[in-house]
């Protein structure tokens, strides 16, 4: 008996064939309809996705006010945000070493560029600045983001379970960094709709989103992870795929992003092809297994800290369990490698333990279960519960950017 809540996936409808004489346009034409379609399907939960982030920069705004910081500068030019910024306004090539630790050296090159080029684009093609184009692509980005998530949850469950999907993804205790001039919302827009290509077989969708989501942040390797997996799974079971050249064409384009920066920020490092993890250890960053965390775990037991560490440990301890009822409940192999990939990153990775929630932020898939669970509560269950994460994740992340001195 599983542990957790049954999924239940949701016939995919069958797509009767395209009769004789069916031109171009009329091809265009149908996925222009299907696409608006799916999107009215997805308008409510969007609206909802809205209010509650609304919502969220509200109280943190009203806040930061109170205690005289501008809301704009804590969401568009705080920590990571700044180095974005630097690298749309001037491209790479800053070097710094660290005031506070002796060996520490931070390298622009350790940021992927899919961001910040999109901030540099935008701010030449409209009359804003840097920082203020650095939101918009964020929101931009959040909007697609929960449009896809959407999409999965809708995909594998129904309607009901997609949109509360995305409204335990959008009120999660950090969720403020969805609307942050960060780079989550933007690799969990590509990585969702590329889970979306993957479990509905198109392969060269799913390869060339993956592709540009191994330009957006470091962990998106889970990403191309996830699509070589699946693929390797379908070749596996289905020896009449290996005939079909989108499902080999969108496996093979699949890491070319991330293996591309990450070959040519090496060389630019001047540390080799695998230079970029050097000027990530020169960032105090590596991945050791968790022995890191561990150690500063062991520290928040022994010790006092900042209320973000202990929130920070809460939070991937319900990841910890999340992983396991969702790998009993059996999802989709593209999902699975995905939130098992970002979780082992996050969790094995040292220094800077309090970011962490944010580098799962893109695992929404350890979300579904809670999401089928709510699908079936009673309405009133239903309404208490999104109000008490409502009230948490909004009183976190004013926290996080109004109070909280630790590096996000």
């Given at each position: 008996?599983?542990?957790?809540?049954?999924?239940?996936?949701?016939?995919?409808?069958?797509?009767?064939?395209?009769?004789?004489?069916?031109?171009?346009?009329?091809?265009?034409?149908?996925?222009?309809?299907?696409?608006?379609?799916?999107?009215?399907?997805?308008?409510?939960?969007?609206?909802?996705?809205?209010?509650?982030?609304?919502?969220?920069?509200?109280?943190?705004?009203?806040?930061?006010?109170?205690?005289?910081?501008?809301?704009?500068?804590?969401?568009?030019?705080?920590?990571?945000?700044?180095?974005?910024?630097?690298?749309?306004?001037?491209?790479?090539?800053?070097?710094?070493?660290?005031?506070?630790?002796?060996?520490?050296?931070?390298?622009?090159?350790?940021?992927?560029?899919?961001?910040?080029?999109?901030?540099?684009?935008?701010?030449?093609?409209?009359?804003?600045?840097?920082?203020?184009?650095?939101?918009?692509?964020?929101?931009?980005?959040?909007?697609?983001?929960?449009?896809?998530?959407?999409?999965?949850?809708?995909?594998?469950?129904?309607?009901?379970?997609?949109?509360?999907?995305?409204?335990?993804?959008?009120?999660?205790?950090?969720?403020?960094?969805?609307?942050?001039?960060?780079?989550?919302?933007?690799m969990t827009a590509l990585a969702a709709w590329t889970l979306y290509a993957a479990i509905?077989?198109?392969?060269?969708?799913?390869?060339?989103?993956?592709?540009?989501?191994?330009?957006?942040?470091?962990?998106?390797?889970?990403?191309?992870?996830?699509?070589?997996?699946?693929?390797?799974?379908?070749?596996?079971?289905?020896?009449?795929?290996?005939?079909?050249?989108?499902?080999?064409?969108?496996?093979?384009?699949?890491?070319?992003?991330?293996?591309?920066?990450?070959?040519?920020?090496?060389?630019?490092?001047?540390?080799?092809?695998?230079?970029?993890?050097?000027?990530?250890?020169?960032?105090?960053?590596?991945?050791?297994?968790?022995?890191?965390?561990?150690?500063?775990?062991?520290?928040?037991?022994?010790?006092?800290?900042?209320?973000?560490?202990?929130?920070?440990?809460?939070?991937?301890?319900?990841?910890?369990?999340?992983?396991?009822?969702?790998?009993?409940?059996?999802?989709?192999?593209?999902?699975?490698?995905?939130?098992?990939?970002?979780?082992?990153?996050?969790?094995?990775?040292?220094?800077?333990?309090?970011s962490k929630p944010r580098f799962l932020l893109p695992a929404f898939p350890l979300l579904?279960?809670?999401?089928?669970?709510?699908?079936?509560?009673?309405?009133?269950?239903?309404?208490?519960?999104?109000?008490?994460?409502?009230?948490?994740?909004?009183?976190?992340?004013?926290?996080?950017?109004?109070?909280?001195?630790?590096?996000?």
């Amino acid at each position: 008996m599983s542990a957790g809540p049954a999924i239940h996936r949701v016939a995919a409808p069958v797509r009767a064939p395209e009769p004789r004489g069916t031109t171009r346009g009329d091809r265009r034409a149908d996925r222009v309809d299907r696409v608006r379609e799916a999107l009215l399907r997805a308008l409510p939960a969007l609206g909802l996705y809205a209010a509650v982030r609304l919502t969220g920069m509200s109280v943190m705004a009203t806040w930061a006010w109170w205690v005289g910081k501008h809301p704009r500068t804590l969401l568009g030019h705080l920590w990571d945000g700044i180095w974005y910024a630097g690298i749309a306004r001037n491209g790479y090539g800053l070097v710094v070493p660290s005031p506070t630790t002796r060996g520490v050296f931070y390298n622009d090159l350790a940021f992927f560029p899919l961001f910040p080029g999109l901030v540099r684009g935008v701010a030449s093609l409209l009359p804003v600045t840097v920082v203020s184009a650095g939101l918009l692509v964020a929101w931009a980005a959040a909007g697609a983001a929960a449009w896809g998530v959407y999409a999965v949850g809708e995909r594998l469950h129904g309607r009901r379970v997609g949109t509360l999907l995305v409204l335990l993804w959008g009120l999660l205790p950090h969720a403020i960094v969805q609307t942050m001039a960060y780079t989550e919302s933007l690799m969990t827009a590509l990585a969702a709709w590329t889970l979306y290509a993957a479990i509905t077989g198109r392969w060269l969708w799913a390869g060339s989103l993956a592709l540009l989501a191994g330009l957006s942040r470091p962990n998106a390797i889970a990403v191309a992870a996830a699509v070589c997996c699946a693929a390797g799974l379908v070749l596996w079971r289905d020896r009449g795929a290996r005939a079909d050249r989108r499902l080999w064409a969108g496996a093979a384009m699949a890491p070319l992003g991330w293996a591309g920066y990450v070959a040519w920020a090496g060389l630019r490092s001047g540390h080799g092809l695998l230079g970029y993890f050097e000027v990530q250890r020169l960032w105090g960053s590596r991945f050791d297994f968790g022995r890191d965390a561990f150690l500063f775990v062991r520290h928040l037991i022994t010790a006092r800290d900042y209320m973000a560490y202990y929130v920070t440990l809460a939070i991937l301890g319900a990841a910890l369990i999340a992983l396991v009822f969702l790998a009993l409940d059996r999802p989709p192999a593209a999902l699975l490698v995905y939130v098992l990939v970002l979780t082992v990153i996050a969790v094995g990775g040292s220094s800077y333990f309090a970011s962490k929630p944010r580098f799962l932020l893109p695992a929404f898939p350890l979300l579904l279960p809670a999401a089928v669970a709510m699908a079936r509560a009673r309405p009133r269950t239903l309404a208490v519960t999104a109000g008490a994460l409502a009230g948490l994740s909004y009183f976190y992340g004013t926290y996080l950017l109004a109070v909280a001195k630790v590096p996000m």
